[in-house]
T-cell receptor, first 114, second 111 residues
Framework: KAGVTQTPRYLIKTRGQQVTLSCSPISGHRSVSWYQQTPGQGLQFLFEYFSETQRNKGNFPGRFSGRQFSNSRSEMNVSTLELGDSALYLC?????????????FGPGTRLTVT | KQEVTQIPAALSVPEGENLVLNCSFTDSAIYNLQWFRQDPGKGLTSLLLIQSSQREQTSGRLNASLDKSSGRSTLYIAASQPGDSATYLCAVILRGNQFYFGTGTSLTVIP
């Protein structure tokens, strides 16, 4: 069974640009969550999608958004990039939402904003 | 707001030693708790998931316990090996699948 895949793996953008990251969950998983990991703040929850609906959102500005498609694939978008958005963005999938199921993480997308 | 702390931040042990990693959280109203490992530059690998009704889970050389009333979880690693070297993260899970991660413990097992 293929794991969670994220594309692209590495990305370099300049301030003010926007970026879209993609996540394909494990086949059969319907919940996808996104996280931001930085050395200073650690791992922080961005949002979770289940059945194409955003179920939870972390404490991030509106520049961070996401969506989920009918095949459970998810994208997250960051508009008007700032230097502080440089981070490893991780996507995780689980069978269902609700916290009773293990989350499986992808390898991440390393975003560098210059 | 839920805060999750892991102590120690870094640990170095000789191969073969048994060790304990600690995770504490401020709000005991958690749903579940999950332990992960992260290798440098990579994503997270799930190790153990402890549901709120359970007190511990075991997988191979790993054993994780959960005490919700005291806000603590421990991960016990038996007979450590160099391949265990990684950063270990605990995450508390609230109802609604919101995860709060600890700051991590960086483990180095010396051959």
């Amino acid at each position: 069974k293929a794991g969670v895949t994220q594309t692209p793996r590495y990305l370099i953008k300049t301030r003010g640009q926007q970026v879209t990251l993609s996540c394909s969950p494990i086949s059969g998983h319907r919940s996808v969550s996104w996280y931001q990991q930085t050395p200073g703040q650690g791992l922080q929850f961005l949002f979770e999608y289940f059945s194409e609906t955003q179920r939870n959102k972390g404490n991030f500005p509106g520049r961070f958004s996401g969506r989920q498609f009918s095949n459970s694939r998810s994208e997250m978008n960051v508009s008007t990039l700032e230097l502080g958005d440089s981070a490893l963005y991780l996507c995780a999938s689980s069978l269902e939402a609700g916290g009773s199921y293990e989350q499986y993480f992808g390898p991440g997308t390393r975003l560098t904003v210059t | 707001k839920q805060e999750v702390t892991q102590i120690p931040a870094a640990l170095s042990v000789p191969e073969g030693e048994n060790l304990v990693l600690n995770c504490s959280f401020t709000d005991s109203a958690i749903y579940n708790l999950q332990w992960f490992r992260q290798d440098p530059g990579k994503g997270l690998t799930s190790l153990l998931l402890i549901q709120s009704s359970q007190r511990e889970q075991t997988s191979g050389r790993l054993n994780a316990s959960l005490d919700k009333s005291s806000g603590r979880s421990t991960l016990y690693i038996a007979a450590s090996q160099p391949g265990d070297s990684a950063t270990y993260l605990c995450a508390v899970i609230l109802r609604g699948n919101q995860f709060y991660f600890g700051t991590g413990t960086s483990l180095t097992v010396i051959p």
